[in-house]
């Protein structure tokens, strides 16, 4: 399931921080590592699980390799938790109306 | 801008056979009963979860984890709780509403999660870690989701 991958890779603090540098625009490896107390190397290796997790697209600018958000990533990732409280409120109902059969 | 579409609250209505004050009574007194620890808890195992005077707390043991604050308890009617399960310290919690409304022989329940345009704004302006976002909120589920 992807959104659980995305939730996954989320999971780790340093890699919500590669993430939030990019919420403002597409960055390159090095404006990242610059901007946070991690090295380069680390800040790719994050960038790849958060490629894999579908939460971050990469392209060619020129010589440079530019990251961005993907969209459908968050999405999916919203969807998860509209689906949680589907699912929480499907057995809140079953409770609450086995309770007012069990009344009457 | 990404956050538009992750933002806005998110609304779910359900109709239930049963009256307000049952409803109510079910979603308050009898959470540990009805939600699926299971699948979404702090903690794994035996847990439990409870409405504690003001607090939602889950429990293991001797193990606490309280996942809101209630804001606004008024019977039958509405109940209103910051929610940062996972994150007992959340500076920045976002909220949830639920509204039970008579609904023909039932009532209709509606829950409102909001905060996420406030956590991301502040984000924005550096007021507020991304560990305390809802990202951190639903990280707990993704062990169990897994």
């Given at each position: 399931m992807a959104y659980a991958q995305a939730l996954q890779a989320l999971g780790d603090p340093t890699r919500r921080s590669v993430l939030e540098e990019l919420r403002d625009g597409p960055r390159a490896v090095g404006e990242i590592a610059r901007r946070l107390p991690v090295s380069r190397p680390a800040v790719s290796q994050h960038l790849r699980v958060l490629k894999e997790a579908g939460l971050v697209t990469e392209r060619q600018d020129g010589t440079r390799r530019l990251y961005r958000v993907d969209p459908k990533g968050l999405a999916g990732l919203r969807e998860y938790l509209d689906g949680f409280w589907e699912e929480a409120l499907a057995s809140f109902k079953a409770a609450a109306e086995a309770e007012e059969r069990r009344k009457k | 801008m990404t956050t538009m579409t992750t933002t806005e609250a998110i609304t779910k209505e359900i109709h239930v056979a049963a009256a307000p004050e049952t409803a109510f009574a079910v979603f308050t007194q009898r959470i540990g009963e009805w939600w699926p620890l299971e699948r979404f808890?702090?903690?794994?195992?035996?847990t439990t979860v409870a409405f504690e005077g003001d607090r939602i707390v889950e429990r293991l043991g001797d193990q606490e984890s309280v996942w809101g604050e209630v804001l606004a308890f008024e019977v039958a009617a509405r109940v209103r709780f910051t929610w940062h399960p996972g994150r007992?310290?959340?500076?920045e919690p976002t909220e949830v509403e639920v509204t039970f409304t008579a609904d023909g022989d039932g009532t209709l329940v509606t829950l409102v999660h909001t905060g996420w345009e406030r956590l991301s704004e502040e984000r924005r302006a550096g007021r507020?870690?991304?560990?305390?976002g809802w990202p951190a909120v639903l990280q707990r589920y993704a062990e169990l989701a897994a």
């Open positions: - | 808890s702090v903690f794994e195992g035996d007992p310290g959340a500076d507020v870690d991304y560990d305390n």
